[in-house]
């Protein structure tokens, strides 16, 4: 079975500072997608970013990017100049076999 | 705006009773996704369908089951319901059933089950 996990329940980050949110799945599919949502308080899911297995090159949004590292297993998402409006759960995510699968996710505070 | 449509946004039901909630996916989307979030929980993979078919099975209960029309809009029915599944629903939808796809979803139905 496939998963996805995400180890830090919470955690916060100073107004204007870099924070990285750790994930680490695992699949037995040789090409696959990996991602990251957003869902702030107000419960959307928003997409952030993804990133194609096959590409070395991690994938890059504005103030969001990653750092994939494929042997490993690996996807955490970087965020830098953290604004008070990147508050979220943060959720990777993972396909397999026509499903899109999540991890538990992580609460992001951002201090003032 | 995603442009996918949930409805209704909330629902509030007694225990054993049956709900359908409904999703119309983006224009020009093909798959149809549906997830159940639980108090401060990730989200579950319910099912899958892409153009009129079934795709791919979670957990899913036998209570629960699924439906994609030929105009591509998506019901969920959850029947003999109970506390416990009082969540959010989301459905989300993309343009083809392969993965490379990006999800975009709807607002979420609100359930609660008394």
């Known amino acids: 079975a496939q998963t996805v996990t995400q180890s830090q329940p919470e955690m916060s980050v100073q107004e204007a500072e870099t924070v990285t949110l750790s994930c680490t799945y695992d699949t037995s599919e040789s090409d696959y997608y990996l991602f990251w949502y957003k869902q702030p308080p107000s419960r959307q899911m928003i997409l952030v970013i993804r990133?194609?297995?096959?590409?070395?090159q991690n994938a890059t949004e504005n103030r969001f990017s990653v750092n994939f590292q494929k042997a490993a297993k690996s996807f955490s998402l970087k965020i830098s100049d953290s604004q008070l409006g990147d508050a979220a759960m943060y959720f990777c995510a993972s396909n397999r076999d026509d499903k899109i699968i999540f991890g538990k996710g992580t609460r992001l505070h951002i201090l003032p | 705006d995603s442009g996918v449509t949930q409805t209704p946004k909330h629902l509030i039901t007694a225990t054993g009773q049956r709900v359908t909630l409904r999703c119309s996916p983006r224009s020009g989307d093909l798959s149809v996704y549906w997830y159940q979030q639980s108090l401060d929980q990730g989200l579950q993979f319910l099912i899958h369908?892409?153009?009129?078919?079934?795709?791919a099975k979670g957990n899913i209960l036998e209570r629960f089951s699924a439906q994609q029309f030929p105009d591509l809009h998506s019901e969920l029915n959850l029947s003999s319901l109970e506390l416990g599944d009082s969540a959010l629903y989301f459905c989300a939808s993309s343009v083809w059933s392969s993965y490379n796809s990006p999800l975009h979803f709807g607002n979420g139905t609100r359930l609660t089950v008394t």
């Open positions: 990133q194609e297995a096959y590409k070395q």
């Open positions: 369908y892409y153009n009129g078919e079934e795709r």
